[in-house]
């Protein structure tokens, strides 16, 4: 099934990048009724990679992952592992490898945490499905403590985690991350970092994150792309850009 | 005594009904936000199904499969060819409650189209007789609602807990929006669900009718308004709550009139009254959750 590799082989990492990246945007549009929000990204996310977009309120960066995961319509070109992946929905681009922690996490709510970590695996057929709940308690301690609690009733962190963990059930060569920092304390978002820094190390899984806490994702992040009013303005390496003057003074208060 | 005892277990008979009806109103309303006023139509309309597999001479029972398969068709169609073009019942809740509304005349007009509007015979699914329990006569009719509602409450509870299509069922229900994006695909599950929702209503109208003593295009309508009764009673988004609600609706409705001759008359009114104290009293149901929003 789709995935499979994505958690088991690590051998990827730093292998040759002659392939096709795993993720390609070319003149990505995008908006909601007559009110464009996006005038032409352009982006890309290579195997075991993992990227940030950073922005304001209002620049586009929810849009973008939206557009990326098909829950809105868009133009422009989407591809995945070289092939064209535009206008197909997110229940079907999550069988080919792309899964979407939405803002606001998107946990289901009138279901327990382990009820809906397996729904994270829905499209699974393989039988590790139970050892990989396990593997994610041994993550996020605090998900295995609260197995049988409703999604609902936990805190926005406790929250975020499951939301990531839900996601990683499926085993996505692609994760996108919609602001895991939102509404979380600096403490809570530093713990959710450190916890994504460990699970993107120890697998193959690449990450598209969007952004406004430049400090935390340019650290995790090693490349990154500056959108403002829908429009990518700069991009880099992560390091270059956290040096870089004019982003040290939009984005990083220094 | 035995005279009241008698008239509870009729209640409770009828209410089994009631919450079979209910069920599937709460089966819809969960999965899309949206009160189906089409659901006892829909059930008449798969009953005259049954009737027409039985009128070929098949036997009741198999009739009655048969009419929950139909129903279950009809009920897949109609979720596809009129309530999903509309769009996301989260966003246009009105839109589809129109739809549903319609769909009332349509399906009605349909069936009178189909079958006229004389009232067909049909016999009851437990025969006509009665057994004694103490002294009291208890049609088996009765018996057999109560049974027929224990099987399908056991089913449901199957179903929704314990396998994997419920549970991406009830993921839906909570959010469809990241039911879509762990890989399920949520318009075919509406779909399963107003099915599902349409074979239950099938069963609600082959009892409705030997009830009755007849099945005509207007067979569902008064046991609608009961339906929505028992799950305004117990929460719109219950399924525990369509049950209880509907046997309490049957309890009141047939026992009501003995101590208030007025309710004679009226057999509506304790369900509307009903409707009206749960509503300003307690909005969510005995069952129901209370609308929580999380910032």
Do not use: C
């Amino acid at each position: 099934m789709a995935g499979d590799e994505a958690t088991s082989g690590t051998e990827q990492k730093g292998g040759p990048a002659s392939a096709a990246p795993l993720l390609e945007v070319d003149g990505l549009r995008a908006g909601y009724g007559i009110v464009e929000v996006l005038f032409g990204i352009d982006l890309r996310v290579d195997h075991n990679e993992t990227v940030v977009v950073l922005g304001a309120n209002g620049a586009g960066k929810t849009t973008t992952l939206r557009a990326v995961s098909g829950m809105i319509a868009s133009t422009g070109s989407v591809r995945f592992e070289g092939a064209s992946v535009s206008g197909k929905r997110p229940d079907q681009l999550l069988k080919l490898g792309i899964a979407h922690v939405p803002q606001g996490r998107g946990t289901i709510g009138a279901l327990t945490v382990e009820e809906n970590l397996r729904i994270g695996a829905y499209n699974r057929k393989d039988a590790d499905v139970a050892a990989d709940i396990d593997r994610w308690y041994e993550q996020f301690p605090r998900l295995g403590e609260r197995k049988g609690q409703l999604a609902g009733s936990m805190s926005g962190g406790e929250q975020q985690m499951l939301a990531i963990a839900r996601a990683l059930m499926s085993r996505p060569k692609l994760l996108l991350l919609d602001e895991p920092s939102m509404g979380l304390a600096p403490l809570v978002t530093q713990e959710v970092f450190d916890q994504l820094r460990q699970i993107t190390e120890n697998s193959a899984t690449s990450v598209l994150l969007v952004e406004q806490n430049a400090n935390l994702a340019l650290e995790f992040a090693s490349r990154a792309y500056v959108l403002e009013a829908g429009q990518i303005v700069a991009s880099g390496a992560a390091a270059d850009l956290q040096g870089d003057p004019a982003i040290q003074k939009a984005y990083l208060g220094l | 005594m035995k005279d009241f005892l008698q008239i509870l277990i009729v209640g409770i008979g009828d209410g089994s009904v009631y919450a079979m009806l209910g069920l599937g109103l709460v089966v819809i309303f969960r999965s899309t936000g949206v009160l189906n006023f089409a659901q006892g139509e829909i059930a008449m309309f798969s009953t005259f199904v049954v009737w027409t597999i039985h009128d070929l001479g098949v036997p009741m029972w198999l009739a009655v499969i048969g009419g929950m398969a139909g129903g279950f068709i009809i009920g897949a169609i109609i979720h596809e060819v009129a309530v999903r073009p509309v769009g996301d019942p989260h966003q246009k809740p009105l839109a589809v409650v129109i739809v549903t509304i319609g769909l009332f005349l349509g399906v009605n007009g349909a069936a009178q189209l189909i079958w006229g509007t004389v009232d067909r015979r049909f016999d009851p699914l437990f025969g006509s007789g009665s057994v004694n329990v103490a002294g009291v006569p208890i049609a088996w009719q009765k018996i057999g609602a109560m049974v027929v509602l224990g099987a399908i409450a056991f089913l449901f509870f199957v179903v929704f807990q314990k396998t994997k299509l419920g549970l991406a069922m009830r993921a839906v229900a909570s959010n469809s929006e990241s039911a879509g994006l762990v890989g399920i695909p949520v318009p075919r599950l509406l779909m399963l669900g107003w099915g599902f929702a349409a074979a239950v209503g099938t069963v609600a109208g082959v009892f409705t009718t030997s009830v009755l003593g007849g099945l005509g295009p207007n067979l569902m309508q008064l046991t609608l308004i009961f339906g929505f009764a028992a799950i305004t009673l117990g929460g719109f988004d219950s399924l525990v709550g369509a049950i209880v609600g509907g046997l309490i609706v049957g309890v009141l409705t047939s026992t009501l009139p003995r101590y208030v001759e007025q309710f004679e008359k009226m057999p509506l009114a304790p369900a509307f009254i009903l409707i009206l104290l749960v509503l300003l009293i307690r909005p969510q149901g005995l069952f129901g959750k209370k609308d929580v929003t999380r910032v």
